[in-house]
C-alpha cells in the first residue's frame, strides 16, 4: 500500500437547489505524505458511476493490490478528490428520486468550487499546504462522466474534464450478441424533458439482458467481481464499501440517444474521453464529433478493459493516461 493521506468531508450544497431540507455531499481528499505544491499544483475531483460510491476511486481486495486509483495518483504529487452525488453513497440520500441530472450538476458544482476554496486557503488539513492556482480536471466514470459533462456545460466548474466509458453521442451498454445488443439499445428512448416518475433503476436494469459482460472482464479475479456483484446487481440489496445502495433516477435517461450532446457541445476546455476496448461507446473514435467547442479533445481506448475500468488488468494504463494527460493540460496552461 502507498503511503497517503486522505480528510473526509460533508458539503452543504441544499441551497443550490433550494431544498427543503439540508443536502450535503461527501467527499475525501487524498494527497501526498510529503507535499510541495508547486507553480498550478494539480486537483482532481473523480465521481462515481451508477451503483458506485466515491471509494470505487480507492478499493482494497484481501490478497489482491494495486486497485487504488487514489493511491496512484498521489503518488505522482496530484490532490485527488473524490465525491459521491447527491443521493449516492454516504451524500444526503432524500433526493435521491427527485433529482433531476441538472440539480445533480449544479450541486457538485457547488462542492467543488468549496473544495476549491479551502484547498486554496489550505484548511483542509493542517498538514496540506494551500495550493495557489491549482489546475482543476473533473473526472467522471459512466453516470459521473455524464453529470461531469452536464457540470462543465452549465457551470464551467473545472479546466479540464475526463470522460470515463460515457457518451457524449449515445451510450450503450455492450453484450455478447447482436441480438441481445438492439434489446439493450431498445429500452432507453427518453429526453431531458421526461418526467422522473417514468423512469426506474429497478425495473430498467431488470430489462437488461447480461450485466457481467459489459462491465467485466474475463481475466479479473472470480473473487473480486463476487464482490462486486454480491447484494444484486447493478440494483443493489446490498453495497460492497465501493459501491452504492442507492442510484438517481436520472441515470436511466442519460442512456438515450443524444441525452448529453447539446451540453458536450456547449464545452470549450481541454476533453479527454477514455474507455475499455469492450464499453458503452459504441465508436470511441467519434465521440471528439461531440465536443465541436473544446480547444483539445483526446481518446484512449484501453485494452482487455470493460466498462468498470477499475476492475480491469489493464486499469493502470487508464490512470497513467487520466494523469498524463492532466499533467500535460496543466502544464500548458502555466505556459
Known amino acids: 500500500m502507498i503511503p497517503v493521506k486522505s480528510v473526509s468531508l460533508r458539503i452543504e450544497v441544499g441551497a443550490t437547489i433550494s431544498a427543503a431540507v439540508p443536502q450535503q455531499i461527501a467527499g475525501t481528499v487524498y494527497y501526498p505524505e510529503e507535499f510541495e505544491p508547486g507553480e498550478h499544483p494539480l ?49 444526503s440520500l432524500e433526493l435521491t428520486e427527485q433529482l433531476s441530472i441538472e440539480q445533480a450538476a449544479d450541486t457538485n458544482d457547488a462542492f467543488v468550487r468549496e473544495v476549491v476554496t479551502r484547498l486554496e486557503k489550505g484548511s483542509v488539513a493542517a498538514d496540506l499546504p494551500p495550493l495557489a492556482s491549482p489546475f482543476v480536471v473533473g473526472v467522471g466514470q459512466s453516470m459521473g462522466g455524464g453529470v ?24 450503450v451498454l455492450p453484450q455478447p450478441t447482436f441480438d441481445l445488443f438492439d434489446v439493450q439499445r431498445s429500452i432507453f428512448y427518453f429526453s431531458r424533458t421526461t418526467p422522473l416518475n417514468e423512469l426506474s433503476i429497478r425495473l430498467t436494469s431488470d430489462r437488461i439482458p447480461d450485466f457481467l459482460y459489459p462491465f467485466h472482464w474475463p481475466e479479473e479475479p472470480e473473487d473480486v467481481v463476487a464482490e462486486d456483484m454480491k447484494g444484486g446487481y447493478p440494483a443493489r440489496q446490498e453495497a460492497p464499501v465501493f459501491g452504492s445502495a442507492t442510484t438517481p433516477t436520472y441515470a436511466v435517461a442519460m442512456m438515450s440517444p443524444a441525452f448529453l450532446t447539446p451540453d458536450a457541445a456547449r464545452i470549450e476546455v481541454p476533453v479527454l474521453v477514455a474507455g475499455g ?58 505556459a
Open 43 to 91: 486537483v482532481i475531483f473523480a465521481a462515481p458511476g451508477g451503483g458506485y460510491s466515491q471509494h470505487y476511486y480507492n478499493m482494497h481486495f484481501d490478497g489482491h493490490e494495486g486497485y487504488s486509483e487514489a493511491e496512484y495518483h498521489t503518488a505522482r504529487d496530484i490532490v485527488f478528490i473524490t465525491m459521491d452525488h447527491l443521493g449516492v453513497g454516504e451524500s
Open 148 to 171: 461531469t459533462i452536464v457540470m462543465q456545460s452549465r457551470n464551467r466548474t473545472f479546466d479540464a474534464i475526463v470522460a470515463l466509458g460515457k457518451s457524449a453521442l449515445h451510450s
Open 277 to 334: 476496448e469492450r464499453d458503452v461507446m459504441p465508436d470511441a473514435r467519434r465521440e471528439p464529433t461531440a465536443f465541436i467547442n473544446s480547444s483539445d479533445v483526446s481518446v484512449f481506448i484501453a485494452p482487455r478493459m470493460a466498462h468498470m475500468h477499475n476492475f480491469a488488468p489493464t486499469r493502470r494504463l487508464l490512470w497513467q493516461r487520466v494523469a498524463e494527460w492532466s499533467q500535460m493540460q496543466a502544464r500548458r496552461e502555466v
